[in-house]
């Protein structure tokens, strides 16, 4: 039996974060506080997020060590296995290889666990008694509900309306780990209540909800807020992914000519890539790095770079990224996890350095390589994951009509079991293809 | 970081299926055919099933290559971890050691398709182009869908109505394997429209939809049936899980002092335990054996043991089995696996001989151990698995309240995700704690 698994020991998990600030060619663009518009302060940041967690924000370090009682958490399902797509391979009569790493073996079911014990656990140590924060598809209020549970925190979650109402069981999944779930816009908030006067029945979006966890945070004692993605500390504590896939392509004796991750906010993205990314930086590794995003919100390959909000009701600080604008509303396409109008300003910066490339697919197409995966290897993946699949496959069939035996590698960030009404509108023809078309006069 | 999972190699899945017929202390009492009351023969099952699986189900022989094809699909998945419960022996304060053997990591979230696999292979061999079969909570639909899907069979599934309400997610997994669905009883049998005819609203259960799927065999051609569980092939392909559990607890130098899984038809208790069980026959090992059943389908503590119809309408062969009558009706309880009249003959013929104990519990307990259990150790248990979960941490409590170090090892069949709605279910106050009231007269 041939070894399509690459399976490392407990005693292998990364007990370091990778910083890809500290390798970055330019440093990165400093946030900029929203009413003075001046580099924020690490004081600024205090009333959001711990002070601990601040220089993992916000500083050049390299690396960062793994607190102990986090490893003992992320134990329970790391290291995560990187699998051979053997049968997907034979399916499309490709001589690629396609790997790919498979972050869905996580309690909520996607990598967003990862961040979110560490974020539990520095709040935790910092006196922290509450955290709040929002979801879209629920995939990080999934995550940080079981990263509250173990810490012994409250959780407060922001679920994006149309989600709310489309994946009734991750609020299930976030009830049973201990959270309470609203859906945003809601009337909890003075912005989500003016939302709401506003329409009634507002499908939600990423930014809003967003807004209202912020809200919440000033306005509750002893809360912080908590980002699922987007944040320079958040795609730190994702890199545990790529140092793994790292090693096991050394294990493996092969070596990725394309890596592809899916990207909303960027964490899976990052967390995957960036490993691979500093050595490339360094010149020490040749490989295409492709961010993969939903045609419907093409914030890498249609957006500006540019500052702009992380939230829709500008309360966050200035980030420059690549964006949409803060006041874009997303279309209720079914991969909610990637409805976001801006981009993690660290991926950001690599595309505008080169180091990473982005692509945008469609919809329809998404799904029909997700099938087409589910089939072949097993796994259900959720609709946000399959956005690289679908790339994965394009690949795939590229290096089939050039004859070339690639190796295509690609994050699968979450299973899709709890997606599974998105792939019952699919099967009865109601997902489409839906393309943003940038307003005129827009840059793009 | 302590080594709290074992691993093994993808040349380590087990190459034979073990045979427990082969060590049984008296032979198993033959099935009988219903309308002779004579032995059925080879021939009479035919009909039924594949001649190349007939061996498997009716003769002694100890062990049973598994094809290589087989193999292959099994290896997606397999082998399974053996996964120390580090956090939740914390949380119980117990000395003893708890280990789970996790299945719920396969395609369709549970054990089932270890046996699915087989069955659309070796039917695939012997040129049937159909399978015909029933399903409960949807886990074995899901299962065989993905087996036929593997091996290019039409799938026809009749679904148990009160879980094929309660639980859509599975029929969209079971569509998404290209199988196709109905509710049991339907108006696609004769049995299922004399049963409609009478109470429109009938719940059904497994055994009304066995009956449909026997009939809709009987009447299609290129089509033969598949059974999940309860019969002899089924439980050999099972062993895949307790041989690599044997060999897992060799790797970590421990021996289990009592190994835990829970009863319905009886196919995962017997795949994890049979080959302990053989050397307990053989008196090469001490330990205890417990299948775990609810309360409220208690056919292991309460049935009478005796020949019976696998069945509700009298069509199968009479087997000897613990069973409730084949008119039992099972409340409905949200471990819709769990709600079957019978078991499986060798389970009921290990407890007949005493190499196995069985025990019965509640429902709401069930839950209550299962909500412990996903917040310390991650993972969401379906309801099925989560009576071996309970069983488990009473072992646990009463190992601490005897301060003995025991070793404790229950079989995790499945992940929850798609059985969220019974979660809802229970933290509403929902789920009750049903017993089962033998009718007067019932030799128990």
Redesign the interface.
């Known amino acids: 039996?041939?070894?399509?698994?690459i399976?490392l020991?407990?005693?292998e998990?990364p007990r370091q974060w990778y910083n890809i600030q500290a390798d970055l060619k330019s440093p990165l663009a400093p946030p900029l506080h929203p009413a003075t518009n001046q580099p924020v302060t690490m004081g600024d940041m205090e009333r959001m997020f711990p002070a601990n967690m601040l220089e993992q924000e916000m500083g050049t370090k390299r690396w960062f060590d793994i607190p102990e009682e986090v490893?003992?958490i992320l134990?329970?399902?790391r290291p995560t296995p990187l699998i051979r797509a053997r049968?997907l391979e034979q399916a499309l009569g490709t001589p690629a290889q396609i790997w790919y790493k498979y972050e869905g073996?996580?309690?909520s079911?996607s990598h967003k666990?990862n961040t979110s014990v560490a974020q539990a656990w520095f709040n935790k140590q910092a006196g922290t008694k509450r955290l709040a924060t929002e979801t879209g598809a629920g995939q990080w209020g999934s995550a940080l509900a079981?990263g509250c549970?173990v810490f012994g925190l409250e959780c407060q979650v922001y679920m994006v309306n149309v989600s709310y109402h489309q994946k009734?069981?991750r609020r299930?999944?976030m009830?049973?780990?201990?959270a309470s779930v609203v859906s945003s816009p809601s009337d909890r908030t003075e912005f989500g209540r003016r939302i709401l006067a506003e329409d009634p029945d507002c499908p939600g979006s990423l930014g809003i909800a967003i807004s209202e966890a912020i809200e919440d945070t000033m306005t509750h004692p002893h809360t912080k807020y908590a980002l699922g993605s987007v944040l320079n500390h958040v795609a730190l504590h994702q890199t545990v992914v790529g140092l793994e896939t790292r090693e096991q392509f050394k294990r493996a004796g092969v070596t990725p000519d394309v890596l592809l991750g899916c990207a909303g906010g960027g964490s899976n993205f990052a967390g995957f890539s960036f490993p691979f990314a500093a050595e490339k930086i360094a010149g020490e590794r040749k490989c295409r790095i492709v961010a993969v995003e939903p045609a419907a919100c093409p914030t890498l390959t249609k957006g500006e770079y540019r500052y702009d909000f992380g939230d829709t009701a500008g309360m966050t600080p200035l980030m420059k990224m690549h964006t949409l604008g803060h006041d874009f509303m997303p279309p209720g396409i079914h991969a909610g996890g990637l409805r976001y109008h801006g981009m993690s300003p660290l991926v950001s910066a690599l595309l505008a350095d080169g180091i990473i490339e982005a692509q945008a697919v469609l919809q329809h197409d998404v799904f029909e390589s997700a099938?087409m995966f589910?089939?072949a290897?097993?796994?259900?993946p959720a609709p946000e994951s399959a956005h690289a699949i679908r790339a994965a496959i394009s690949e795939a069939i590229r290096a089939r009509n050039e004859n070339r035996p690639e190796v295509i590698a690609f994050c699968l960030s979450g299973?899709g079991?709890?997606d599974?009404?998105a792939?019952?509108a699919y099967?009865s023809g109601k997902i489409e293809n839906i393309e943003h078309a940038p307003a005129a006069g827009t840059a793009v």
Chains 1, 2 share one sequence.
């Open positions: 039996m041939e070894e399509t698994q399976i020991s407990k005693r998990i490893l003992e134990a329970l399902w049968r073996v996580s309690p079911g666990t079981f549970n009734p069981y299930s999944v009830h049973l780990y201990g099938v589910a089939r290897e097993g796994i259900i299973h079991f709890l599974l009404g792939y019952d099967f």
